[in-house]
């Protein structure tokens, strides 16, 4: 009995394993040995390791390149440079103002991944034939560079707003590279299961500081940053950032990739959806862990949605274990992660006081509306805070000035009318088909639910862009672009 249950488990165990692509285990080992890399020089020679190794396994390039690119994005490794162009006047120098130009390693991936597309373009041209609903986005992505170009060269500091003007060229192209690297169905998947491990990765590390009260003295944390910061309202309760100082950038991430998670799990009865399970609770626990009220809201509202409508269209399928023992299980959830919930609750009525979140929240929209009325090209791209600080003294304002919290505000502000309004044609056309085949219940439409997970998931971010300052982040905005390369590429 004991040598066939054995081989059963073992069954089941090899099952798991080769549902996982061999890239993705390549990457999953990158990414482990990047916890303890510190100098830059080695993690180079690791990363252009990487390249060779995928590309001896995958047999191409291309693919090869994008999957690197994607296993170094995350984590932000890169080079900075001093940049200082603002002058130093007394608003600088009053708000202890800094800004610092920096060279991530996946940009030298990106770059290399656009040299082999052009390289290959009447290859990729016949491939990927242009759509009429492509070049509606292309004419409005178009016109919003144009439109920032000029917000460049009447901005208040010129080379400063050009190269957040470069960001945001870069993230233009990311989208590009990401439509076209998702014409093979198969790198849509190995894609999904790179960033999937990055997800699950962050929050373990989330949960293990949040246990340590502080950085667990890993490589990767820095040897003096504090990597999360403890709770304005409640400077006893202590928020972890994962595998960045700011815990909503990793709340962000996990309420991102969740419905992916949730809506794949509940439609499939195949085995390796039941070690799934295992994964969700993770992630449902370090978001808690991570105290961003908002992205518990979105989460919460996305995944009670998505359910509500796959439930109408498909069976749902819970493991026996699940539904036998869920009391058992919610009690020690509850048990683990009831203090968060309630100290954080506990303090919402904090977040409409003099310096709550929801008050400076609502200046950068009504900063942004003044600016809207004064400069028609807006006041530059990621000039927003330092437009701010100049305009407004420390004694009419009870806060930092910073970038906007809300994507909208942001864009309104630094780069016109224009700007915004071709940015929110290029939303609407990215979720029109989508969002018109969920309203009308088409069953066409259910019949993948994976293309539901990623609409959800491109819905979860963009609502979390309504309260963070994600725009121009060098990281987290290329994960919006990529969602929003496959959502667009898929018809």
Same mark, same amino acid.
């Given at each position: 009995?004991?040598?066939? !249950?054995?081989?059963?488990?073992?069954?089941?165990?090899?099952?798991?394993?080769?549902?996982?692509?061999?890239?993705?285990?390549?990457?999953?080992?990158?990414?482990?040995?990047?916890?303890?890399?510190?100098?830059?020089?080695?993690?180079?020679?690791?990363?252009?390791?990487?390249?060779?190794?995928?590309?001896?396994?995958?047999?191409?390039?291309?693919?090869?390149?994008?999957?690197?690119?994607?296993?170094?994005?995350?984590?932000?490794?890169?080079?900075?440079?001093?940049?200082?162009?603002?002058?130093?006047?007394?608003?600088?120098?009053?708000?202890?103002?800094?800004?610092?130009?920096?060279?991530?390693?996946?940009?030298?991936?990106?770059?290399?991944?656009?040299?082999?597309?052009?390289?290959? %373009?009447?290859?990729?041209?016949?491939?990927?034939?242009?759509?009429?609903?492509?070049?509606?986005?292309?004419?409005? &992505?178009?016109?919003?560079?144009?439109?920032?170009?000029?917000?460049?060269?009447?901005?208040?500091?010129?080379?400063?707003?050009?190269?957040?003007?470069? +960001?945001?060229?870069?993230?233009?192209?990311?989208?590009?590279?990401?439509?076209?690297?998702?014409?093979?169905?198969?790198?849509?998947?190995?894609?999904? +299961?790179?960033?999937?491990?990055?997800?699950?990765?962050?929050?373990?590390?989330?949960?293990?500081?949040?246990?340590?009260?502080?950085?667990?003295? &890993?490589?990767?944390?820095?040897?003096?940053?504090?990597?999360?910061?403890?709770?304005?309202?409640?400077?006893? !309760?202590?928020?972890?950032?994962?595998?960045?100082?700011?815990?909503?950038?990793?709340?962000?991430? &996990?309420?991102?990739?969740?419905?992916?998670?949730?809506?794949?799990?509940?439609?499939?009865?195949?085995?390796?959806?039941?070690?799934?399970?295992?994964?969700?609770?993770?992630?449902?626990?370090?978001?808690?862990?991570?105290?961003?009220?908002?992205?518990?809201?979105?989460?919460?509202?996305?995944?009670?949605?998505?359910?509500?409508?796959?439930?109408?269209?498909?069976?749902?399928?819970?493991?026996?274990?699940?539904?036998?023992?869920?009391?058992?299980?919610?009690?020690?959830?509850?048990?683990?992660?009831?203090?968060?919930?309630?100290?954080?609750?506990?303090?919402?009525?904090?977040?409409? +006081?003099?310096?709550?979140?929801?008050?400076?929240?609502?200046?950068?929209?009504?900063?942004?509306?003044? %600016?809207?009325?004064?400069?028609?090209?807006?006041?530059?791209?990621?000039?927003?805070?330092?437009?701010?600080?100049?305009?407004?003294?420390?004694?009419?304002?009870?806060?930092?000035?910073?970038?906007?919290?809300?994507?909208?505000?942001?864009?309104?502000?630094?780069?016109?009318?224009?700007?915004?309004?071709?940015?929110?044609?290029?939303?609407?056309?990215?979720?029109?088909?989508?969002?018109?085949?969920?309203?009308?219940?088409? +069953?066409?439409?259910?019949?993948?639910? !994976?293309?539901?997970?990623?609409?959800?998931?491109?819905?979860?971010?963009? &609502?979390?862009?309504?309260?963070?300052?994600?725009?121009?982040?060098?990281?987290?905005?290329?994960?919006?672009?990529?969602?929003?390369?496959?959502?667009?590429?898929?018809?």
């Amino acid at each position: 009995m004991r040598n066939i !249950f054995k081989k059963l488990t073992r069954r089941k165990i090899t099952f798991l394993l080769t549902q996982v692509y061999a890239e993705t285990w390549v990457i999953g080992g990158f990414m482990l040995l990047h916890l303890v890399i510190g100098p830059n020089r080695v993690y180079l020679i690791i990363l252009t390791l990487l390249v060779i190794g995928l590309y001896k396994i995958s047999g191409n390039f291309l693919d090869a390149l994008w999957l690197s690119f994607l296993a170094a994005l995350p984590f932000g490794r890169g080079r900075f440079f001093e940049y200082v162009v603002i002058p130093q006047a007394d608003w600088v120098r009053n708000w202890d103002l800094s800004f610092n130009a920096t060279i991530l390693f996946s940009d030298i991936l990106l770059v290399l991944l656009i040299y082999v597309l052009l390289s290959r %373009y009447k290859k990729y041209r016949n491939k990927y034939p242009t759509q009429q609903h492509d070049l509606r986005i292309y004419l409005f &992505l178009l016109i919003f560079i144009v439109v920032a170009a000029i917000s460049v060269y009447y901005s208040r500091f010129l080379w400063t707003s050009a190269y957040f003007y470069v +960001q945001v060229c870069k993230l233009v192209l990311i989208f590009i590279v990401s439509k076209i690297i998702f014409v093979n169905k198969i790198m849509v998947k190995k894609t999904t +299961q790179v960033l999937g491990l990055f997800v699950l990765l962050s929050a373990l590390f989330v949960i293990g500081q949040y246990i340590n009260r502080g950085p667990i003295g &890993l490589s990767v944390e820095g040897s003096t940053s504090l990597y999360g910061w403890f709770a304005r309202e409640n400077p006893d !309760f202590y928020r972890p950032g994962g595998f960045s100082s700011d815990p909503n950038i990793v709340a962000t991430l &996990l309420s991102t990739f969740f419905p992916i998670f949730l809506i794949n799990t509940l439609v499939s009865n195949k085995l390796w959806t039941r070690a799934s399970w295992v994964g969700i609770g993770v992630i449902i626990l370090a978001l808690l862990f991570t105290g961003s009220r908002a992205a518990w809201v979105v989460t919460a509202a996305i995944a009670i949605f998505g359910v509500w409508h796959v439930r109408k269209k498909k069976r749902i399928y819970i493991p026996a274990l699940l539904r036998k023992y869920w009391l058992i299980l919610v009690a020690i959830f509850l048990i683990l992660s009831g203090s968060v919930i309630s100290s954080r609750l506990m303090t919402l009525v904090d977040v409409f +006081q003099k310096e709550g979140g929801g008050t400076y929240r609502l200046e950068h929209i009504k900063v942004s509306l003044k %600016y809207l009325r004064l400069e028609p090209f807006g006041v530059g791209p990621g000039l927003f805070p330092f437009a701010m600080a100049e305009d407004f003294p420390m004694d009419e304002s009870g806060f930092r000035p910073t970038l906007a919290h809300n994507i909208f505000a942001q864009i309104g502000a630094e780069v016109g009318f224009v700007g915004l309004i071709s940015f929110i044609v290029v939303l609407y056309l990215l979720m029109r088909s989508k969002l018109r085949s969920i309203i009308r219940g088409k +069953q066409v439409f259910m019949k993948n639910s !994976f293309d539901f997970s990623i609409l959800l998931a491109f819905l979860s971010f963009s &609502l979390l862009m309504m309260v963070f300052p994600w725009f121009l982040h060098p990281r987290l905005s290329s994960f919006f672009w990529i969602l929003a390369g496959y959502s667009s590429s898929q018809k």
